[in-house]
């Protein structure tokens, strides 16, 4: 059995610009930057916590075949999240009212995977 949840891979053909929308854009710390040019960034809210690991596809092949979908939690209000997103410019819809009743923003990454912003 499964006792850990260690990471989510994403591999890319441009590291460099989705590891900076995370960081910048997002504000997702970067934990790990191995081996030159983004071929095997972390991303992550701390050393030993999951997080997201984005590979160069030109180096190292695809990671996956699909695209993922990867929820956070919002630090502040979804809405205070829109207008530093846009400011950013950050292309992003207003945050709405899920069918289960919480609020959550929804976005692209640069290279369409899903991201959903959750209001705590």
């Known amino acids: ?14 590291p460099a610009e989705l590891v900076a929308f995370y960081h910048e854009k997002l504000g997702m710390p970067i934990t790990f930057e191995g081996y030159g040019e983004y071929d095997g960034a972390k991303l992550a ?10 590979w160069n596809s030109g180096k190292w092949g695809k990671s996956s075949e699909s ?8 630090s502040g209000t979804l809405d205070e ?10 292309e992003i819809p207003e945050p ?12 692209l990454d640069p290279d369409g995977n899903k991201i959903m912003i959750l209001e705590e």
Do not use: H
Request: aromatic share 10%.
């Open 1 to 14: 059995m499964i006792k850990d949840f260690i990471c989510v891979n994403i591999s890319t053909e441009d």
């Open 45 to 54: 809210f701390g050393e030993q916590a999951p997080g997201i690991i984005i």
């Open 67 to 74: 695209k993922v979908e990867l929820v956070f939690a919002a």
């Open 81 to 90: 999240m829109y207008e530093e997103l846009r400011a950013k410019n950050v």
């Open 96 to 107: 709405r009212l899920a069918e289960w009743g919480g609020r959550e923003l929804n976005l």
